[in-house]
């Protein structure tokens, strides 16, 4: 069993940063891949980032490439998502997701296991 908890999420002008972390508790978080996903108000919940168990290997929406950058600490459980450059077409709620014995990267949402509950990014254009 893993919970997460999102934190960073804010109002933010465009072309600004944020850096949101998810920070989980259970046991064994180095043998989850972990992953961000977000979803806009009326939209499907989107992939947008995800790492390895290791953080070796990362994998990036085309839409955010470039622009946000995904890391984790396996000594703090944590996974955070660099946000840069933010536009108004990034505005969203932001969901931390974590793939048990997945020792790949992760894309599809249907093979998380635990959701965090989300965190807003309102970027204002």
């Known amino acids: 069993q893993v919970q997460l908890v999102e934190s960073g999420g804010g109002l933010v002008q465009a072309g600004g940063s944020l850096k949101l972390s998810c920070a989980a508790s259970?046991?064994?978080?180095?043998?989850?891949?972990m992953g961000w996903f977000r979803q806009a108000p009326g939209k499907e919940r989107d992939f947008v980032a995800a790492?390895?168990?290791?953080?070796?290997?990362?994998y990036y929406a085309d839409s955010v490439k470039g622009r946000f950058t995904i890391s984790r600490d396996n000594a703090k459980n944590t996974v955070d998502l660099q946000m840069n450059s933010l536009k108004a077409e990034d505005t969203a709620v932001y969901y931390c997701?974590?793939?048990?014995?997945?020792?790949?990267?992760?894309?599809?949402?249907?093979?998380?296991?635990?959701w965090g509950q989300g965190t807003q990014v309102t970027v204002s254009s």
């Open positions: 790492i390895t168990w290791s953080g070796g290997s990362t």
């Open positions: 259970g046991r064994s978080f180095r043998n989850y891949a």
């Open positions: 997701a974590a793939a048990g014995s997945r020792w790949r990267l992760v894309v599809e949402a249907y093979e998380y296991d635990y």
